[in-house]
């Protein structure tokens, strides 16, 4: 059996995730401390898990609508309406999806012919580039500068943007680098996108985890925005329900309803359990979510003051769980500065450039775990550098 030609081209040329990849070389290493996965070392919040308990002791365990239960897309209608003053229609404009992942997917399915380009600002997460050329379309890297705090800019954009560019990603808060839009950046990027028939598919994954005393803007708030944002969220990192799989999407209806087709028939509906738990979490657990936003915020600054203090320049990051230092002055790549710390420290941090090419130079730290766990894993890497110095 020859499966090189039963196998789709497309999916063969696409690469694992670099994350992905170096997690599972650190999970053959003994006693290592990982820095790596961008999960929430918190439990879901007890209301959370109750309410699971209680449905399945109810036996509510059927499919749901293929767009979820109405009762959750009014809650997330509600809660959309709360934290941005954007109002959307729970019947037709709202989907519930197995994670954000599967409304990203979605997103460039439904928008993507053969031969249409999609800007993704980089360094940003490791699936946009690969969901892209799956779905037919080609991804056009819009290459972000530590200079700029990893913000997309009008000079960037407008550089990248043609006839065949049908969509860009807006990957904020970040990850890998924790940048952050505020709302004058917003503006004037939307003030290039009015002009154009480019959609926006934003995806606001960390948006509850934005430090500091601006909220956070999405950019669908602005003028003659909404009508042109394919809007993705969750609760894996707002609400530590990673493994609930569990997200959303808010678009106009026209697209919405399109998006719709690809997920009955390739899902038919979300987690059931996971829906009715969902609820509780965004209309019961403020208090939870803020508690966490608080400690990641110690986190973050205990992270930054450490790699800063050790000689390696670290961005402050606005947004999400993330600090991406500068490794340059080492002299090694990523891959390497990341092998060897691994190999001699037994430390475990994900290289910059598994974020697209201009993360080279960098590496990702998570700060989603407790300060005992990063001040030995911060004490390990001082060691390393110290030990390159000579």
Not at 48 to 61: D, N, P, S, V
Not at 218 to 238: D, N, P, Q, V
Not at 358 to 387: C, D, P, Q
Request: some cysteine.
């Amino acid at each position: 059996m020859d499966y090189d030609k039963l196998l789709s081209d497309t999916v063969k040329e696409v690469k694992f995730s670099g994350i992905r990849k170096f997690f599972d070389i650190a999970a053959t290493v003994e006693n290592v401390i990982s820095l790596s996965v961008g999960e929430p070392d918190f439990k879901t919040p007890w209301a959370i898990r109750k309410e699971a308990i209680r449905t399945l002791e109810k036996g509510k365990t059927a499919y749901t609508a293929n767009s979820g239960l109405i009762e959750l897309r009014r809650t997330i209608s509600s809660y959309i309406e709360r934290k941005n003053g954007l109002k959307y229609d729970p019947e037709h404009e709202i989907i519930v999806t197995v994670g954000g992942s599967e409304a990203i997917d979605c997103a460039f399915r439904v928008i993507c012919n053969p031969g249409d380009e999609v800007l993704v600002p980089e360094p940003s997460f490791v699936c946009y580039a690969p969901l892209i050329k799956m779905a037919g379309g080609i991804p056009v890297t819009v290459e972000l500068s530590i200079k700029n705090k990893f913000r997309l800019t009008p000079e960037d954009l407008k550089g990248k943007i043609n006839e065949r560019t049908k969509a860009i990603v807006f990957p904020f808060p970040n990850n890998p680098t924790g940048a952050v839009m505020r709302r004058n950046d917003l503006e004037k990027i939307a003030e290039i996108l009015r002009k154009t028939d480019i959609l926006v598919i934003s995806d606001e994954i960390y948006s509850e985890l934005t430090y500091g005393n601006d909220k956070h803007v999405s950019i669908a708030e602005l003028e003659g925005m909404k009508e042109r944002t394919i809007h993705i969220s969750g609760y894996s990192k707002t609400f530590s329900m990673t493994g609930w799989r569990l997200g959303y999407l808010a678009a106009p209806e026209p697209i919405a309803s399109q998006m719709l087709k690809i997920h009955q028939y390739g899902i038919m509906s979300s987690p059931t359990i996971s829906q009715y738990a969902a609820i509780v979490a965004m209309n019961d657990c403020e208090e939870d979510v803020q508690r966490m936003k608080n400690e990641y915020d110690a986190r973050r600054r205990l992270v930054v003051k450490g790699f800063n203090d050790m000689g390696l320049t670290c961005f402050e990051p606005e947004g999400a769980f993330y600090a991406f230092p500068c490794i340059k002055s080492t002299g090694l790549s990523s891959q390497e500065f990341c092998a060897k710390l691994l190999q001699s420290k037994k430390v475990a941090i994900v290289p910059g450039d598994a974020f697209g090419e201009s993360g080279e130079g960098f590496v990702r730290v998570s700060y989603a775990y407790s300060l005992a766990h990063l001040n030995t894993a911060l004490e390990r890497i001082k060691e390393f550098v110290n030990e390159l110095k000579g």
